[in-house]
């Protein structure tokens, strides 16, 4: 079984549809990309997995449990890790505290006693951002943010990792260590599931990839294989196989989700 399931899943606010009937798998030592045009869905699927989001229809299963009904803490404390698009860290704290709280917070009272310093810092470190482990957090650019935040995940000890818009306010230097990381820790048994709209840095590291449009699952394949769907050049990278485009990479750069 995948660590994570997506079953059909359909969410509705009102009249609207936003999922529509999406079903997906994410697992163990890959890097799984979820992209669209925006609208499409994305982040709403993010938000039923880690129980933000009630779902209309369909079922959240994760190590082989139906989780759909459980809160997000409680999928937190299973292993479930998560990102935001809108950068969440708090901001009058330096960026080792904010590491810090999130590891207590992980770990319980012991955890205040048992957690050193150097924990955080082989983090920090990890990430790339340990020359900033004294600065506060809404002190920093927009791209060591997305770090921080990806460092306060990974203090969790996360099974599985969402990531949203992970490489927003990366350089291009920055955007490939990032992808190394990513690749060291599906390499080290995480599910990383990534909304991403850098799409070098997604047909770079993803081993598979699903497409969604106005809410439902239009393709699921291999890197190639999704840069061959004719459905998926036509409703989100921006040409189709008969457009003289679609010999132009740059296309690819230049699309955004």
């Not at 869905?41 to 959240?60: D, E, S």
């Not at 935040?149 to 969790?156: D, G, N, V, Y």
């Not at 699952?217 to 840069?227: K, M």
Request: one cysteine or more.
């Amino acid at each position: 079984m995948a660590l994570l399931e997506v079953d059909e899943v359909v969410v509705r606010f009102g009249g609207v549809t936003a999922v529509n009937e999406a079903a997906f798998t994410a697992d163990r030592g890959s890097i799984t990309g979820l992209i669209g045009p925006n609208g499409a869905g994305k982040t709403t699927c993010f938000n039923v997995i880690t129980g933000l989001q009630k779902p209309t229809k369909g079922r959240i299963r994760y190590r082989d449990r139906d989780v759909t009904g459980w809160p997000v803490h409680k999928r937190a404390r299973h292993g479930v890790g998560r990102t935001f698009q809108r950068l969440e860290a708090f901001g009058s704290l330096t960026v080792r505290d904010n590491v810090r709280v999130a590891q207590e917070i992980h770990g319980g009272p012991l955890a205040w006693f048992g957690r050193s310093r150097g924990g955080v810092d082989m983090l920090l470190d990890r990430v790339g951002i340990l020359d900033y482990a004294d600065e506060r957090a809404d002190s920093i650019p927009t791209g060591t943010a997305r770090l921080l935040e990806l460092a306060r995940c990974l203090a969790s000890d996360p099974q599985l990792l969402l990531l949203d818009e992970p490489s927003s306010g990366l350089d291009e230097t920055e955007t490939d260590a990032f992808g190394e990381l990513l690749v060291e820790l599906a390499g080290e048994g995480c599910a990383v599931l990534m909304v991403e709209h850098d799409m070098d840095l997604v047909m770079s590291v993803c081993n598979d990839i699903h497409v969604l449009d106005f809410g439902r699952i239009i393709a699921s394949g291999t890197p190639a294989e999704i840069r061959a769907d004719a459905d998926v050049q036509r409703a989100y990278l921006g040409y189709s196989e008969s457009d003289e485009s679609a010999h132009d990479t740059s296309v690819m750069e230049v699309v955004t989700p």
